[in-house]
């Protein structure tokens, strides 16, 4: 089956302690992103990757990492996560780019910091 | 300005009405709009594109598109319980393929 699977679902941590998020898809996608999802803001896009080795910032980087060495996994990487990074996390994919093709999105990753 | 403004909602509708979602874009050279459909805790989906002025119907779904007015919008006529989601409006960046903006959708529910 085609997807794009997250791990984890759920997440719980405390400020300052690092953490990755996983996201791998197995459709052969050269696009790769990131958005994470606040009430009233919508999905606001963290980084984005457009092939291996390939990545550049979205509308909100500050304070995440992101790498993509093999084509199916982008991890998403918060080094020292903050309490105003309690949020919800979506990996999307694509084939190409976002002019023509739709996103395929993952479960989403709730991630709580206190 | 926000890139892409939607009506925040929430709209409720009667089963069988037609519900009207709006949406509007800042950047004028965009040349690619999607709805996407977000039930209460799931994934996005996309229901709809469109990349020309006009409609486009696809089932009880109709996308309208002005890029004069910088305006596109969603009709879903005959609306049944199971469109009850929030809709969210999408525009591809005109200078760059791999951005796509969100807006904060719009919840919708309709009433048996």
């Known amino acids: 089956e085609a997807q794009v699977t997250q791990n984890p679902r759920y997440l719980i941590t405390v400020t300052g302690k690092k953490l990755t998020v996983t996201c791998s898809q197995n459709?052969?996608?050269?696009?790769m992103s990131w958005y994470r999802q606040d009430p009233g803001l919508g999905l606001r896009q963290i980084y984005y990757?457009?092939?291996?080795?390939?990545?550049d910032k979205g509308d909100v980087p500050e304070g995440y990492k992101v790498s993509r060495k093999e084509k199916r996994n982008f991890p998403l990487i918060l080094e020292s996560p903050s309490p105003n990074q309690t949020s919800l996390y979506f990996c999307?994919?694509?084939?190409?780019?976002?002019?023509?093709?739709?996103?395929?999105f993952g479960n989403g990753t709730r991630l709580t910091v206190t | 300005q926000k890139e892409v403004e939607q009506n925040s909602g929430p709209l409720s509708v009667p089963e069988g009405a037609i519900a009207s979602l709006n949406c509007t874009y800042s950047?004028?050279?965009?040349?690619?709009f999607f709805w996407y459909r977000q039930y209460s805790g799931k994934s996005p989906e996309l229901i709809m594109s469109?990349?020309?002025?006009g409609d486009k119907e696809d089932g009880r779904f109709t996308a309208q598109l002005n890029k004069a007015s910088q305006y596109v919008s969603l009709l879903i006529r005959d609306s049944q319980p199971s469109d009850s989601a929030t809709y969210l409006c999408?525009?591809?960046?005109?200078?760059?393929?791999?951005?796509?903006?969100f807006g904060a959708g719009t919840t919708v529910t309709v009433r048996a």
């Open positions: 999307a994919s694509s084939p190409t780019g976002t002019g023509n093709s739709p996103l395929h």
């Open positions: 459709m052969n996608h050269e696009y």
């Open positions: 990757s457009m092939n291996v080795e390939v990545t």
């Open positions: 950047d004028r050279g965009s040349q690619s």
């Open positions: 469109i990349y020309s002025n």
């Open positions: 999408a525009v591809n960046s005109r200078s760059n393929d791999y951005k796509l903006s």
